[in-house]
RNA sequence: GCUCGAGUGGUGGAAUUGGUAGACACGUUGGACUUAAAAUCCAAUGGGUAGUAAUGCCCGUACGGGUUCAAGUCCCGUCUCGAGUACCA
């Protein structure tokens, strides 16, 4: 082969590669191991651009290079494949995201293939599929089985805390809980019932269930993390989010937050992320503070009316500080406006303005409230509060500068210390119930502003603080003073929350959980994968429950261990489980044969009936009135009033539509929890069917009330026909509860990062069947050397997979503390959009008021005229030569003779708009890279061909006849018609040109845009590199000794590569790749003793050309194991250095001066020249600088 | 606002950690080859200025100061851009 041909020898060795399984790691090895890893990619429908291979090429070149120094070398490659957008592309088209996926890895596939990578295919992972969710559902329930001990600061088993519940009660444990709860002793412990206890342990575990608010975005139809919203909107498609209470699975992340903050300390990761990590957990110490109120209040607060002598003493509020030393500087309290104690605590005078305030920011939206953080706003309460020191009177306030979610939502306000709080006392100075401002800092004017710094300052008015400072202990000594009186304790707090778990989502893992009276009940490990169900749509079902509602089979058979269908809409046969399917259709004989079937659970019935037989006689008013609607048949179908079904008694229920009808008295808000559970158990449990009204929709809107009820009867079926009434402990009617142990399985499934959380360890031992990982596959690999990947998953995946690491160390099975040792961001490579000019029309308007000055038939012409403005573009550089002043559309006719702009022009009404008014403008549309050439020439025809709504455009172009389109650097999108394909790169250029480009583009952590035309300077490279190892015959290398400008040039680059490398900095190799194969052409090197370690050296970067050549050497074996080649400084030992000698520091001229002689003689040499001598003629040398091998420097006066 | 990072030719970017600023490449200009184009090869290319020329001088690493024999590099201040964060008590 004479000439460099990319395509035939890539295509060559990647198969070769592929043949022999060169990359294949292995778990056994003598030698030092190395785990480089890319972060996991989201095969996206668009494909790979060339943005995204670039941090996979950097880490192929440190893994090949660690091959070539003798390391065991693991480099997997895998997919992150549940997610949102192929969900949302199964909703649009009805496609299965399971096909989606597959189709999209394929091509990621087929791309990242060409590229030439060393992965080790053969441990390749994908999230969505079940032998590898099998082990996220396994992790989960590790989680579950988990709680936090505090005392020994790591996870533990949860059977353990059991242990300590059963011989001690809570009294030893110190659990991460969610809030304080409640304690008991070992004897109570015993006594609670089965589901008490595991209630109990639920608030334990360090995956719980909590009703919490989260963050919904109705537009995706499910909840979103913290890190997944930005600025208030979704990450993904920009939907808006609300804050909404749900019932979800949260994970308990807050309880290694000061572990994942310290850790951080040994990563070698770049300073930015560990501070972005740093931040987002947020770590604050201070005190816990409580200030009791003044007085007693009523029990519902003043706005309950009623209950007016029901009474709460000893009400308090606490409040987090960090400052607890400025506790003598407490002015005032601020609570926040959703704070609980507010009701109750707002005196009757000051009754409307905190409610009006209260509505005033409820109203206000998230976004609103983060972006006007400077208007100061709030409300005093007349309560007061007392100090717990000084016991004086503090006024309590509300403002939303204080926020619920944070600490207590209430704050003692130190206005001398804090900003804020200075700002809110000043705005309200003098108004009722704020007081002059408290100063505590000795020798401080606070008058203008707040003295927050934590330095030496003495503290004054301070009681026992005075005299002492923050430096000087006052923290320590307040903190102990609180604690000695009980008001208050040390305490540390995180902003970072636990982390919410559901997402009401299909493309995800399922929950591994089913609900047993209301409880979650993990399915057995050697039971799972529990399967994706089908679904016929990817939609929420019409009662707003998550996709895996639609499941035809989604109940769990907890005697035989399977997925079921809904028992409800199933005919039971007798004890068992029911196989079918079928939505009821009884017929008598059937009927007849079912055995023992109860509305009401049967043990419990006599007790039922007689609490639903008391409470019929004492019916609220909203009872009555709807009871009047629903009796005897009224909406066609037989209603029962206080009916027991299963173990409850709800308000009214049809039993052959198995609806029921709750109605919602004022203790509904209590309780929310309760019926919740309440209502999942009815409807999931025993397939009924709830509806919920409340007192004033029944009192007010009772049409809407029955019209609802009526449509919900239609929609069920009928699940007795031929029978309207049912014994409420007949043999007639199902009881399918516990007997046949079918239970919901959980609905939602997890989040994207669930599966990626753990991912890099399963690389380790791939293809193991019976464990996550083995634990000396995990002995032996460790954890990962090298990862890169973006930065934008700073505060998601990069958090909770540290996490879940965490957590699999403390339950002994993994040895490390960290998944990632050392991380490298590379920075986005951004495209280069061209844009084509448009010609638009314009005309004057008054800034603000654009039709003022024009009458109405104007701009009905105007309006119209610009709809009718014909398609006409223009070269960019022309425009911004020569239309620098814009011309009229008259002047633009005139000088140009386009048909349509003639007719446009003559089509002026003339009497409404003078024509000369009307002048241009122009607009940029995005235009197609691909139709654009280096030069930023429009390929015209192209261009119509592509926009065919502007085939019949007129262009107006350079003086040249080209046309000329402008060039903005923007994030590659297909959007934005820049996107650049690497599959083209490698057509054109090959892979290696591709790999190595991508790295001479600039330093890898830094973004940069791509730019096509530069490729052909490495394109140029590789030719050259290639001729070297060749002449006008063929291949010719000469076995001669080379000669030592050629040695030297080698050995340079051996340093200077092997150095680079170490550091990352990549791009500098290429050029000194460049600098060696110039220097090499110059000196007509052929010498195998210099292209063979060469070859060697460019094999990281470019390897496919690098083993086409080894074997040309006439190596037999891969070049991916060939020692690389070892500096040796002996080659780079000169007889003279070129020295710049300078004046005043400043350089004048080169000497090559010897490199073996003294200081002094090398000054004695200098002085000698005759340049030297030149410069120095008439000036004094009042000082001579030399130092060896660098520099000769004269001060000269 | 706060925190972190970065500002070097027309462009991407080098500069051994205080020692010849602009390596390497793109682009541009000129030339060779060619009927022509492409490809390839050669030369010039930070700005200004003097000279027919060889060559020389001045200014130059965002801006203003400073330390030093010597500063893109270290220190102080200012500006601009990018990233993170958003009242965290």
Not at 100 to 107: C, L
Not at 167 to 182: C, F, M, R, V
Not at 874 to 892: A, G, Q, R, W
Request: one cysteine or more; aromatic letters at 12%; glycine letters at 6%.
């Amino acid at each position: 082969m004479l000439l460099y041909d990319h395509k035939e020898i890539e295509a060559k060795w990647q198969k070769h590669w592929k043949d022999n399984g060169t990359f294949h790691a292995q778990n056994h090895s003598d030698k030092p191991k190395f785990y480089a890893l890319d972060m996991f990619p989201y095969p996206s429908g668009a494909g790979l651009h060339v943005g995204h291979p670039l941090g996979y090429i950097a880490s192929d070149i440190v893994s090949r290079y660690k091959r070539h120094t003798g390391f065991n070398v693991l480099h997997p490659m895998g997919y992150d494949s549940f997610g949102l957008p192929a969900e949302q592309y199964a909703i649009q088209t009805g496609q299965h995201p399971a096909i989606t996926t597959k189709d999209n890895i394929a091509r990621y596939r087929e791309q990242m293939d060409r590229i030439g990578f060393s992965f080790d295919w053969s441990r390749e992972v994908r999230t969505s599929s079940p032998d590898y969710y099998k082990y996220t559902q396994e992790i989960f329930i590790l989680l579950f089985d988990s709680w936090y001990d505090n005392i020994a600061n790591k996870a533990r088993p949860i059977s353990e805390l059991e242990f300590c519940f059963r011989e001690s009660g809570t009294t030893s444990i110190n659990a991460a809980t969610t809030e304080d709860l409640q304690q008991f002793n070992a004897a109570q412990w015993n006594a609670f019932t089965e589901n008490e206890k595991q209630e109990i342990l639920l608030d334990y575990r360090l995956t719980f269930l909590a009703n919490t608010e989260v963050n919904w975005c109705p537009a995706l139809g499910t909840v979103l993390a913290n890190d997944e919203i930005v600025n208030g909107v979704s990450e993904r498609g920009g939907h808006p989010v609300v804050r909404k209470k749900m019932r979800q699975w949260m994970m308990r992340i807050s309880a290694f937050a000061d572990r994942l903050l310290n850790d951080l300390e040994d990563l070698d990761w770049s300073e930015s992320i560990k501070e972005i990590q740093r931040n987002w957990i947020g770590k604050s110490i201070g005190s816990m503070v409580s200030f009791k109120l003044d007085g007693n209040f009523p029990l519902w607060g003043n706005a309950a009316g009623n209950g007016a002598d029901a009474i709460q003493k000893d009400l308090k509020i606490d409040v987090f500080t960090t400052r607890p030393d400025t506790i003598y500087g407490v002015t005032f309290m601020t609570l926040a406006p959703e704070h609980e104690l507010v009701d109750i605590i707002t005196t009757a005078e000051q009754k409307q303005a905190v409610e009006a305030y209260k509505k005033a920011t409820s109203a206000r939206s998230e976004r609103e409230r983060m972006a006007d953080v400077k208007t100061i706003s709030g409300v005093f309460t007349g309560a007061y509060a007392t100090h717990p020191l000084s016991d004086e009177k503090i006024p309590i306030w509300i403002g939303d500068y204080v926020l619920a979610g944070y600490g207590t939502g209430a704050v003692m306000a130190v206005p001398c210390g804090d900003e804020r709080d200075h700002a809110f006392a000043n705005h309200f100075a003098e108004k009722n119930g704020m007081p002059e401002i408290k100063n505590i800092f000795e020798g401080i004017d606070i008058s203008e502003e707040a003295y927050a710094a934590k330095d030496d300052t003495k503290l004054t008015n301070s009681e026992f603080l005075n005299g002492l400072s923050y430096k000087s202990g006052a923290m320590a000594a307040a903190i102990e003073k609180l604690e000695e009186t009980g008001a208050g304790k040390g305490k540390t707090n995180y902003r970072l929350r636990d982390a919410v778990f559901s997402r009401q989502r299909y493309w995800g893992e399922p929950f591994p959980v089913y609900y047993k009276d209301g409880l979650p009940q993990m399915i057995d490990r050697k039971y799972l994968p529990l399967e994706l169900p089908e679904v016929d749509e990817y939609l929420p079902t019409e009662d707003g429950a998550p996709p895996l509602g639609r499941a035809k089979e989604w109940y769990w058979d907890a005697v035989n261990n399977k997925v079921v269908a809904n028992p409800s809409l199933a005919l039971p046969k007798g004890k068992g489980t029911s196989s079918s399917s079928e939505k009821a259709s009884f017929s008598e004989t059937e009927e007849k044969s079912a055995l023992g079937y109860f509305t009401a659970k049967p043990e419990i019935a006599s007790t039922l009936l007689e609490r639903a037989q008391e409470m019929r006689k004492n019916p609220t008013d909203a009872e009555v009135t709807l009871w009047k609607e629903l009796k005897g048949k009224k909406l066609e179908y037989k209603f029962r009033q206080q009916h027991p079904i299963g173990e409850f008694i709800p308000d009214f229920v049809c039993l052959t539509r198995k609806l029921i009808v709750e109605v919602d008295g004022k203790y509904h808000e209590f309780q929310i929890d309760k019926d919740d559970a309440r209502t999942h158990k009815l409807e999931q449990k025993l397939g009924y069917k709830v509806l919920r009204f409340t007192n004033e929709q029944i009192t007010n809107s009772l049409e809407s009330v029955l019209k609802k009820i009526t449509e919900a009867l239609e929609q069920r079926p009928n699940f007795f026909p031929g029978k309207n009434e049912v014994l409420p402990f007949g043999k007639d009617l199902g009881w399918v509860g516990d007997q046949n142990e079918i239970y919901p399985l959980e609905l939602n499934t997890m989040p994207g990062w669930a599966g990626s959380s753990w991912y890099m360890f399963r690389y380790m031992d791939a293809n193991n069947e019976t464990e996550i990982f083995s634990s000396e596959a995990q002995e032996y690999w460790q954890n990962v050397d090298l990862y890169i990947g973006g930065s934008e998953h700073a505060t998601g995946h990069l958090l909770y997979s540290r996490f879940w690491i965490k957590l699999l160390h403390d339950l002994g099975k993994i040895t490390v503390i960290e998944p990632f040792q050392k991380m490298i961001n590379q920075g986005m490579i951004l495209g280069e959009s061209a844009f084509v000019h448009k010609v638009t029309m314009m005309f004057p308007v008054t800034a603000g008021d654009k039709f003022r000055n024009y009458t109405k038939n104007q701009i009905k012409h105007l309006e119209e005229l610009n709809d009718r403005f014909p398609d006409l573009f223009i070269s960019s550089e022309f425009y911004e030569k020569n239309f620098h002043d814009l011309p009229t559309v008259v002047e633009l006719n005139n000088e140009w003779s386009f048909e349509n702009l003639k007719n446009f022009v003559d089509s002026i009404d003339d009497s409404l708009i003078d024509p000369n008014i009307l002048s241009i403008g122009d607009m940029k549309i995005h235009s197609d890279v691909s139709i654009v050439d280096v030069h930023n020439n429009l390929n015209i025809s192209e261009f119509k061909k592509w926009r065919a709504d502007f085939a019949d455009s007129d262009f107006i172009t350079e003086q040249d006849r080209t046309f000329k389109v402008s060039r903005e650097v923007e994030k590659m999108s297909k959007s934005k018609y820049n996107v650049v394909n690497p599959d083209d790169i490698c057509d054109q250029y090959g892979a290696d040109t591709l790999r190595l480009y991508e790295m001479f583009l600039g330093p890898l952590e830094q973004a940069k845009p791509w730019n096509t035309a530069g490729i052909t300077g490495v394109y140029g490279f590789m030719k050259k590199l290639w001729k070297l190892y060749h002449d006008d015959n063929g291949f010719n290398v000469s076995d001669e000794k080379a000669s030592p400008d050629s040695m030297k040039t080698l050995h340079k680059t051996i340093k200077k590569v092997r150095q680079d490398i170490e550091d990352f900095s990549f791009n500098t190799s290429v050029s000194s790749f460049m600098i060696a194969v110039n220097e090499l052409t110059a000196q007509k090197c052929n010498n195998r003793e210099v292209l063979e370690p060469l070859a060697v050296l460019v094999s990281p970067y470019a390897p496919h050309i690098a083993e086409e050549l080894w074997s040309l050497l006439g190596h037999k074996e891969s070049i991916s194991t060939a020692a690389f080649p070892v500096f040796e400084e002996k080659h780079m030992v000169e007889s003279s250095k070129t020295y710049p000698i300078s004046f005043n520091g400043k350089m004048k001229f080169t000497l090559d001066l010897p490199t073996d002689v003294s200081k002094d003689e090398l000054e004695k040499m200098v002085l000698e020249n005759d340049k030297v001598q030149e410069q120095l003629e008439g000036k004094v040398v009042r000082k001579t600088i030399i130092v060896p091998g660098k520099i000769v420097n004269f001060v000269v006066g």
